[in-house]
């Protein structure tokens, strides 16, 4: 149960923001929101994760709302070299049943074009 | 610093045939994963274990069964392989005691298995 919702494809011009949304509607308020990428066939990248926050790092930025059922990646400056599949994930670190879960959806392939 | 390693990168197997993949992880993880990946589909969670000697179904564990007698080694077996299980699989790792636990997941560079 990925619990997130990505479009398919998402298409960006070199230099310019990517933004890449995800849909987290049942979001809990344990559950923080992880973003991964994937370069070819490679293993997963970690990119940012956040709880309720806005974040960012070197890589990108996190905006999530204030009702916490959707979240924005933002790659500022999109290389031919971001060109990926993205995920969006949700996780939570309770001590139940759900404890160590980290499930993936199918995700968004971004295209960087020049 | 390896981080995560899978053994082996490819394998070709028989239907019928049995094998198993190993991961190992030096950063004194507890968490461990096994996903695969098959075209056009994102990773999906086969098993897992919280700790030594701990494991759990994911979303797809049927055919597979899994073993993590040492901490740093997480074994995924294939007791009688079919053609329905060639994919990319990948293992991944998570959480060392005394960091906290949202850091993120580590993931190996793959195993690509094909089974005729």
Request: glycine residues 8%.
């Amino acid at each position: 149960d990925a619990k997130t919702t990505q479009p398919p494809s998402m298409d960006c011009a070199e230099g310019r923001a990517a933004n890449l949304p995800c849909n987290h509607s049942t979001i809990s308020g344990n559950e923080y929101v992880y973003w991964y990428r994937q370069i070819h066939s490679q293993g997963p990248q970690y990119i940012i994760h956040g709880l309720k926050n806005n974040e960012t790092n070197e890589m990108a930025s996190l905006i999530i709302t204030e009702d916490r059922k959707s979240s924005t990646l933002i790659l500022p400056h999109a290389t031919l070299r971001d060109t990926a599949v993205y995920y969006c994930i949700v996780r939570a670190f309770d001590r139940g049943s759900t404890l160590g879960r980290l499930y993936f959806g199918r995700g968004t392939q971004l295209t960087v074009w020049p | 610093n390896a981080g995560v390693t899978q053994t082996p990168k490819f394998r070709v197997l028989k239907t019928g045939q049995s094998m198993t993949l190993l991961c190992a992880q030096d950063m004194n993880h507890e968490y461990m994963y096994w996903y695969r990946q098959d075209p056009g589909m994102g990773l999906r969670l086969i098993h897992y274990s919280v700790g030594e000697g701990t494991t759990a179904k994911g979303e797809v564990p049927d055919g597979y069964n899994v073993s993590r007698l040492k901490k740093q080694n997480f074994l995924l077996g294939l007791e009688s392989a079919a053609p329905s299980q060639t994919s990319v699989y990948f293992c991944a790792s998570s959480y060392s005691p005394g960091q906290p636990e949202t850091r993120e997941a580590f993931f190996g560079q793959g195993t690509r298995l094909t089974v005729v």
